[in-house]
């Protein structure tokens, strides 16, 4: 085929501008690291990219909210160990109370103790966690408990709801994390100030059945701890579930989305040659002209 | 053969191969000149002046004219290439910057911005007591709208950019016009003088060629040498006549301009070319893409003001306010009575309930409703597959635009062999030119010579 001179100069320019073109793009591959730059990288790529983004982040979210739930239930669990504390203590007594040697002054001292019992109580149906009220339903800015008379309470009034404080802990999945107060410390108030009462009065036939009341309140708090307990053992679980998740989302996004950087570094070197190459053609063809050999 | 007649024959020559070597001489000046093609004399030998008289030699040499050398029907290939070319360059320009626009698959885009903000509800749930997830989710509102609105705005400034182009596009078109119209009234004066007129004839399948990027251009050159050009079946170059275009402001439309006739008013149609591209688009591609974004946009709006009004603020008391204002992408902003109060973001479903965020959850929730494409996706969903198709789009116009490119480049080099200008080729011209001029001076002094001998030394 003829050659005509800016014919040489254009096609030898075209030869540069693709070499250089085509090893622009691997340089840009390898300076971000990333395959996908933009949609048409690769449309359906970027699409799983988007989507595992998207599932990763709320991933993380759920994680997080896990966390929180995980501390709301470990603090209720370890309030009610403290509740069975309390009653274990309240059984040792009213079976001491209900043995018919002891005296009325000595079941008077008794009674002493369980005031403070019931103020302890009080302060643990008041656990408050993160400035939260959790035995408060959702009114959780104000102290649930009250005693109407200061050290010496008739009832002690429950003034939050039964509403349910819930977690969002993968998607659509939400788990209730409180237990409203009243469903548990109504019980043991009652069998408290019960039991105080036939204390100061001197009322054996009713301290006989004083043990047995609280009996029926440790296995109430018993079988609540026993669904928190299910709860956390739930949250664990899921959290692991999102883990895993987590790995897999994260390598496929590493795997559509970053650049094979081995391959991009050797087709860096190849390109960089070819580039080099045009270069040096270029070089030799544009310097060969008859003008040189002409006299 | 007589003396005298010797000398004119000689004549013919010297002066035969001054005007080769002045053609050569005009190739090389020109050699880098767009759109040139090289010229060649042609050259033929002057028969014997008395036929009946056997064994007399020619009379020299003789000038028919000058040629240009060019292949007239890869220029017609080209110019078919040339609107293609034309009109997927505009399509893959205007794409690229959609692309950059949307910053996906990045964390710049409307997506992060909506994850942000759903999990900023799941925040807030977590915590409805306090204002500092009150705060963070209306910071994440706030951002989710910013990011809204800066995208929207600069799909509707490439629609702008696209009408502005159409404008200039019809300007260029009408000099282009000009140009051919003007060269014809020359080409036809010196053809009829006999003159081939290549250098003028170059010059308009220069603007010819640039006419073709532009738009759709049909083209027929005529007895007398002239070029008529016409789009779409009008004429827009005959002889020295040109009917332009002009543009004019559809209210309809946006007040974007449509290309016209300037003669009556009549809509041009131009599918291709880059006025083609452009008004695609800016009437159709841009606008369906803005359509489709504002979809998402308005949906999420809604959905979110429905639910939210069904919240409790954080008095546990107010009720019914809407998070977001605003109509669509252009505008969406937060509630600026929620932004002025953090206290309204309602968190919780019943009234009076400071620890319930189930509100905030129903919002957070959203995330995954099938609220679009009739209730078959979610905002997740249908914005992914706003960015696939805008994806594939783009990559294909890319490869069009890519081919056509490849294919323009290929017929011009092919054009280039046959019309550039090869220096050493015209080198190797001049030389034997010269070569030739210096013969034909030789003949001169000879037959100087020869006369000297007959008329000085014969006594």
Redo the contacts between chains.
């Keep these: 085929?003829?050659?005509?001179?800016?014919?040489l100069s254009?096609?030898l320019l075209?030869q540069i501008a693709t070499s250089q073109q085509r090893l622009q793009e691997v340089q840009d591959r390898v300076s971000t690291g990333r395959r996908?730059n933009?949609?048409?990288?690769?449309?359906?790529g970027?699409?799983r990219?988007?989507?595992a983004?998207?599932r990763l982040?709320?991933a993380g979210?759920f994680q997080?909210?896990i966390q929180?739930a995980n501390i709301d239930l470990a603090t209720t669990e370890s309030a009610f160990v403290s509740v069975n504390t309390v009653l274990q203590r309240a059984v040792e007594l009213s079976v001491q109370a209900g043995n018919s040697s002891l005296d009325a002054a000595s079941r008077n001292q008794i009674a002493f103790e369980i005031d403070r019992m019931i103020e302890e109580t009080t302060a643990i149906g008041n656990t408050s966690q993160?400035?939260?009220?959790i035995f408060?339903?959702?009114?959780?800015?104000a102290p649930p408990f009250a005693p109407d008379v200061a050290g010496n309470p008739t009832v002690v009034n429950y003034s939050g709801?039964s509403?349910?404080?819930?977690?969002?802990i993968s998607?659509?999945e939400?788990l209730d994390v409180n237990v409203p107060g009243d469903q548990v410390f109504t019980g043991v108030f009652d069998a408290l100030i019960t039991f105080r009462d036939n204390l100061r009065s001197n009322n054996v036939a009713g301290l006989q059945t004083d043990p047995q009341a609280f009996n029926t309140q440790i296995d109430l708090v018993l079988q609540v701890r026993g669904d928190v307990g299910s709860k956390m053992r739930r949250l664990d679980l899921t959290e692991a579930r999102l883990q895993d998740d987590d790995l897999q989302l994260q390598t496929m996004i590493g795997e559509l989305?970053d650049a094979d950087f081995v391959d991009s570094v050797a087709q860096l070197q190849i390109r960089d040659s070819a580039f080099q190459a045009a270069l040096a053609a270029v070089g030799k063809s544009l310097n060969m002209?008859?003008?040189d050999f002409?006299r | 053969m007589a003396l005298s007649v010797g000398l004119n024959s000689v004549m013919r020559a010297l002066l035969a191969q001054q005007q080769a070597l002045d053609v050569a001489s005009h190739n090389v000046a020109n050699?880098?000149t767009p759109g040139y093609s090289?010229q060649r004399l042609r050259l033929a030998s002057v028969p014997a002046s008395n036929p009946s008289q056997p064994g007399l030699p020619g009379n020299g040499v003789q000038v028919i004219g000058t040629e240009r050398i060019r292949n007239i029907f890869i220029d017609f290939q080209r110019r078919g290439q040339e609107q293609a070319a034309g009109y997927y360059a505009v399509k893959t320009d205007s794409?690229?910057l959609v692309?950059?626009s949307?910053g996906?698959?990045g964390e710049s885009g409307l997506?992060?911005a909506m994850?942000?903000f759903?999990?900023a509800w799941?925040?807030v749930?977590?915590?409805p007591?306090?204002s500092a997830m009150r705060s963070a989710v209306v910071q994440a509102g706030t951002s989710l709208g910013f990011t809204a609105t800066r995208i929207d705005g600069q799909l509707r400034s490439m629609r702008d950019d696209a009408n502005r182009r159409v404008a200039a596009t019809v300007t260029e078109i009408n000099g282009l016009a000009d140009q051919i119209a003007s060269i014809n009234g020359q080409i036809i004066s010196l053809r009829g003088i006999g003159d081939p007129a290549g250098d003028l004839t170059d010059r308009r399948d220069h603007s010819i060629d640039r006419l073709s990027r532009l738009v759709d251009v049909q083209y027929t050159e005529t007895a007398s040498g002239s070029m008529t050009v016409s789009i779409g079946g009008r004429s827009l170059v005959s002889g020295s006549n040109v009917r332009g275009l002009t543009t004019a402001t559809n209210a309809a439309n946006n007040n974007y301009l449509d290309v016209q006739w300037a003669s009556d008013g009549a809509a041009l149609s131009s599918a291709t070319g880059e006025l083609g591209g452009l008004i695609n688009q800016r009437d159709v591609d841009l606008p369906q893409r803005l359509a489709d974004f504002n979809a998402v946009v308005t949906q999420l709006m809604a959905d979110v003001n429905t639910a939210h009004a069904t919240g409790f603020a954080r008095d546990g008391v107010t009720t019914g306010t809407a998070f977001f204002t605003g109509s669509d992408a252009s505008d969406i902003a937060v509630n600026a009575a929620v932004t002025g109060n953090i206290d309204l973001v309602g968190a919780?479903s019943?009234a009076g309930?400071?620890?319930?965020?189930?509100n905030a959850?129903g919002l957070?929730?959203l995330?995954?409703a099938k609220t679009m494409g009739g209730a078959t996706q979610s905002y997740?969903e249908f914005y992914?597959?706003l960015?696939?198709?805008?994806?594939?789009d783009?990559?294909n116009a890319?490869t069009l635009a890519d081919a056509q490119a490849l294919s323009v480049?290929q017929l011009?080099?092919l054009q280039?062999?046959?019309?550039?200008?090869?220096?050493?080729e015209e080198?190797?011209n001049i030389?034997q030119f010269q070569r030739a001029y210096q013969a034909a001076a030789r003949v001169i002094s000879v037959i100087d010579d020869m006369l000297d001998t007959l008329i000085n030394r014969t006594i």
């Design positions: 085929m003829r050659v005509s001179t800016p014919g254009s096609r075209n996908i933009r949609p048409s990288d690769d449309p359906y970027t699409s990219v988007m989507i983004k998207t982040d709320a979210q997080r909210n929180i993160a400035g939260r009220y408060a339903g959702h009114q959780t800015t709801d509403g349910a404080i819930q977690r969002e998607a659509g939400r989305e002209s008859l003008l002409l | 050699v880098n090289r794409l690229k692309e950059t949307l996906e698959p997506r992060q994850n942000d759903f999990n799941r925040d749930a977590n915590d007591e306090q919780a019943l309930a400071a620890g319930d965020g189930s959850l957070a929730d995330q995954w997740d992914n597959s960015v696939t198709s805008l994806g594939v783009a990559k890319q480049q011009d080099q280039q062999s046959e019309a550039g200008v090869n220096l050493d080198m190797v030389v």
